[in-house]
């Protein structure tokens, strides 16, 4: 697990149901989202944001690892779920095509695990191909640069954030997904 938007969702609704949640974050994800997923009842797990796939504290292997060593677990992993841009394509993207009365030429859009991005491209791409989209990232994410160049540069000052920045590329992110990137400091506003 990692992104916000998706366990905070999660914690909500298992403590609606009655269900046990437990959650793991990176160190990067900030006091007070971790305050209100506590708050929530939710067991979080806070691991190294310094520490790549591979290692046995990188939070989506931890997640998992986790999961699996769980008796009756069910592991989201939102990164690979096919699930996660399913949702955004039959969804949101209908939601926001109607409410902006089929009249839209750009969505700006952050990118954690890409399944929004991912899936509102595969819906627009069918209803309104020529919308742009434009990845608005934290100043020294890797992302920007990959959008930009096609090439990967070396992750900066995402490190110890709660923004959208990563150390890796989502695998649902390509170039075609957002043809345009802007980087965005947090004194950007």
């Given amino acids: ?6 366990v905070s969702p999660l914690a909500l609704v298992a ?12 160190d990067k994800m900030s006091t007070e989202k971790v305050l209100h997923l506590k708050a929530l009842g939710a067991q ?3 691991t190294r944001s310094d520490v790549g796939k591979g290692h046995p504290e990188y939070y989506q292997d931890y997640a998992a690892r986790l999961a699996k060593e769980t008796p009756g677990a069910f ?3 939102q990164f690979n779920n ?14 926001i095509w109607a409410q902006c009365g ?26 309104h191909p020529p919308l742009a989209f434009v990845l608005a990232d934290p100043v020294g994410s890797i992302l920007c640069d990959y959008v930009q160049t096609g090439k990967y540069g070396a992750a ?4 110890g954030r709660a923004a959208a920045g990563r150390g890796d590329a ?16 947090d004194a950007s506003g």
């Fill in 1 to 6: 697990m990692s992104s916000f938007t998706c």
């Fill in 15 to 26: 403590r609606a149901k009655g269900y046990r949640v437990v959650l793991v974050v990176p």
């Fill in 44 to 46: 979080v797990h806070i």
């Fill in 75 to 77: 592991y989201s992993d």
């Fill in 82 to 95: 096919p699930a996660n841009p399913l949702a955004h394509e039959t969804s949101t993207g209908p939601e």
């Fill in 102 to 127: 089929h009249d839209l030429d750009a969505i700006v859009v952050g990118v954690g695990s890409a399944g929004t991005l991912t899936g509102l491209t595969r819906f627009f791409r069918r209803v």
């Fill in 156 to 159: 900066g000052s995402w490190t």
């Fill in 170 to 185: 989502p695998h649902a992110t390509g170039r075609g997904d957002a043809p345009h990137a802007a980087g965005r400091s």
